[in-house]
């Protein structure tokens, strides 16, 4: 993990202490940039905490909300209503109490297809950007939350599936994911993910030992391709932590 093009491995002793560490880097990606800010999310278990926080009496006083945009790196192509939403889970854990209703940019799921709900965010997107193709040297996200699945997938990339290999397109539908929930999904593309000054994968749990291992060793999974072009970090508790290399740095 040495290698410049890799991940920075950063441990943290609990879940606790990971979401602390995760709230410190959004807000120091924030305090970087003095314009328009761009913060993507991620949905599933592991961001919750660190939601919880941002929406603490600690940190909503310190976020400048009116500079701040919320996108989100995938969806579940269910009704915003639903518990298996994932902007609604941020919307109602921080977002909605502190984010003007402008800023939040959620995944349409309202329309007829997966596909077609990837062709509209892509336009929103673009529209935020102000072009059709990515700049390195002009980030899209300041920061991009990430998670890794039980099968090595981030966002809704999943392992095997075409939807890793894009290069072209900046959203895409997944008519069927690898693990449950079973419903169709969208998903941002790596390319656009990568288009961020900083990646960051919150890792956390002894559910996510045997994940973590085959990520730890290389194996090409999405959660492995998924860097930044800026800076990538691994944000991982010691429960998740192989055996072998618990309690190191």
């Known amino acids: 993990m040495a290698a410049a093009d890799q991940p920075k491995l950063i441990i943290e002793a609990d879940a606790e202490a990971l979401a602390q560490a995760a709230a410190e880097r959004v807000m120091a990606r924030i305090a970087a940039n003095p314009g328009q800010i761009a913060i993507c999310l991620t949905g599933g278990s592991s961001p919750r905490k660190l939601y919880q926080l941002l929406g603490s009496d600690a940190y909503r006083g310190k976020i400048p909300w009116d500079r701040v945009h919320w996108f989100i790196g995938d969806e579940r192509f269910v009704p915003s209503s639903d518990p298996l939403n994932n902007m609604a889970v941020a919307r109602a854990t921080f977002l909605d109490r502190n984010a003007p209703s402008g800023h939040i940019h959620p995944i349409p799921t309202t329309a007829e297809s997966p596909e077609a709900g990837a062709e509209a965010y892509a336009r929103e997107l673009q529209s935020f950007y102000g072009a059709k193709n990515l700049d390195p040297a002009r980030p899209l996200f300041d920061m991009v939350l990430m998670g890794a699945g039980p099968d090595g997938h981030t966002a809704s990339l999943f392992p095997g599936y075409p939807a890793v290999e894009e290069t072209t397109r900046w959203v895409v539908g997944v008519p069927k994911a690898n693990v449950a929930p079973f419903v169709p999904r969208v998903s941002l593309t790596l390319p656009v993910l ?56």
């Open 194 to 249: 990568a288009s961020c000054r900083e990646m960051l994968f919150e890792i956390a749990g002894h559910d996510k030992q045997p994940i973590l291992t085959r990520l730890l060793n290389g194996e090409t999974l999405p959660a492995v391709r998924a860097r930044s072009n800026g800076e990538t970090v691994w944000l991982v508790d010691q429960a998740a932590l192989p055996e072998g290399i618990r309690g190191g740095r």
